[in-house]
């Protein structure tokens, strides 16, 4: 893309000018400065609006299309929320600023807050953690904290599924736990008796989403939490896929004992490129006291940041996380309410089902029942039968205008392909997509060739994605 400007550099050309400076000069050392001037396009200021302009319409978000990514929740972010995110009040705030000037700020924190709480069936909040991982991050260091305030020392070990989100051993081994794996069963559920077998008193706890990665609720819930409590360990959830229980059924009444929720996914607040996004922790009564300090409060005086908390476990964000994300979180539970939650929770789960039962005949389904928000269907048929792998057909996705599904995970199904519609979209979008899906079924099985050239219309042709990934081209340089 660099290059591509640089083509249209012509000398002389000019952006830009600055009025002459009224700072008097300094001069820097030599060790500071460039000893040859800087290779940087000469281009009009309509050549720098049109190029980038330009590069923006090969990008492509939910707003431009279907955005099925399994397992994100690329939902629809109403432009409501975006409004009142740009309203002054909000975008005008310092961090430094006194309490007494920011406390319509501090009340919006507070009651997402407690909306989050409501919703989770919780006691207490933060909303500092930036990302999903670094809610759970946040939220297995409380779990840690909770231990070793017990004295209890001996806890070192995190169960993880196998079915679990990448992110959860990653977050558990940098709180420092090593990780032990626990299998699915033959419904792709977690394994009651495998869970039994390696809970001992060496471990902290259990890290689980439900409905888990592959869509399935773990109707075992309460069997599993009896089974980590008993064993004095306690049970997390990744929030990641509260979008198909949202306003149904709480994680608190499941048996959970710490939540990460994603503000960017559930909430519908914006998501993808690095951020900016939210994973607030909630917690159950007892162990608000570890929560990440300040804590945003309220007294007879009003709403202030709480940094007196002797057990915390400290800061884990700067400042206070990404408020602007919580002001358009806390407008879509507002605007939704409780009926509204509810309802975005039962759409996206009849979604799910209607896209499944439409592409079944085509494609083999290995947890072949009602799923809840996501289900995950296996390309193994083709890649058997005619030689076309699931990353062949997701590639063929991009020639119909659609952002593939997340493939090849979760990693306990061959040729997976990870179909999440969310609430947001409408039944014809849903009917183009199925007919897509079987039509490329269909051109599989008669011209495999298609497919493993795909994609075909796109700005860039099929990369090297291994290539690509272990040695990253990170700047351009001139020839």
């Given at each position: 893309m660099a290059e591509l400007i640089f083509n249209l550099s012509k000398e002389g050309k000019c952006a830009f000018s600055l009025p002459e400076s009224q700072v008097p000069s300094y001069e820097f050392d030599n060790k500071y400065t460039r000893m040859e001037d800087a290779q940087l396009p000469e281009v009009s200021e309509v050549d720098v609006i049109?190029?980038?302009t330009n590069i923006s319409r090969h990008n492509y978000g939910v707003d431009q299309g279907f955005y099925p990514l399994g397992s994100c929740t690329m939902k629809y972010n109403p432009k409501l929320n975006e409004d009142v995110a740009k309203l002054q009040g909000f975008t005008a705030l310092h961090p430094y600023q006194p309490e007494y000037q920011v406390q319509g700020a501090l009340k919006a924190a507070y009651d997402l807050q407690q909306y989050l709480c409501e919703i989770t069936g919780m006691s207490g909040a933060t909303?500092?953690?930036a990302a999903g991982a670094h809610g759970e991050m946040t939220g297995i260091m409380i779990i840690k904290a909770y231990h070793q305030g017990r004295k209890d020392y001996k806890r070192t070990k995190m169960i993880v599924p196998d079915s679990a989100h990448g992110t959860n051993p990653a977050s558990a081994a940098t709180a420092g736990y090593d990780i032990v794996q626990v299998k699915s069963d033959d419904k792709g559920l977690v394994d009651i008796e495998a869970l039994s077998s390696i809970m001992d008193e060496e471990t902290a706890g259990l890290m689980l989403t439900n409905p888990n990665t592959l869509g399935l609720f773990e109707s075992n819930i309460k069997?599993?939490?009896?089974?980590?409590?008993?064993m004095g360990g306690l049970l997390y959830y990744d929030g990641a896929n509260l979008n198909a229980i949202m306003?149904?059924?709480r994680p608190f009444d499941m048996g959970f004992d710490v939540v990460h929720l994603n503000l960017h996914k559930t909430m519908s607040t914006p998501h993808g490129g690095g951020g900016p996004g939210s994973g607030p922790v909630c917690v159950r009564k007892d162990l608000i006291k570890y929560l990440p300090k300040p804590v945003i409060s309220k007294n007879n005086d009003g709403y202030f940041l709480d940094y007196d908390r002797k057990e915390s476990i400290g800061r884990v964000r700067a400042f206070y996380g990404n408020y602007l994300v919580y002001i358009r979180a806390l407008t879509y539970i507002l605007t939704m309410g409780p009926e509204g939650l509810k309802k975005a929770s039962?759409?996206?789960v009849l979604n799910a089902?209607?896209?499944m039962a439409g592409v079944k005949d085509n494609f083999m389904i290995p947890y072949d029942r009602f799923?809840?928000?996501?289900?995950?269907?296996?390309?193994?048929?083709?890649?058997d039968n005619y030689g076309v792998s699931t990353l062949d057909m997701a590639k063929r996705l991009l020639d119909y205008g659609y952002h593939p599904p997340t493939i090849y995970f979760p990693m306990i199904v061959h040729e997976g392909m990870m179909i999440e519609p969310t609430e947001t979209e409408s039944k014809e979008t849903l009917d183009e997509f199925i007919q897509v899906m079987n039509k490329i079924a269909k051109e599989a099985e008669e011209d495999a060739d298609l497919l493993h050239n795909s994609p075909h219309t796109t700005y860039v042709r099929r990369l090297d994605e291994v290539a690509a990934a272990r040695n990253p081209v990170l700047r351009w340089e001139k020839d």
């Open positions: 049109r190029h980038f909303l500092q953690p069997k599993i939490a009896k089974i980590v409590h008993d306003g149904i059924a039962e759409t996206a089902n209607y896209i799923c809840m928000h996501e289900f995950v269907l296996s390309g193994s048929n083709q890649k």
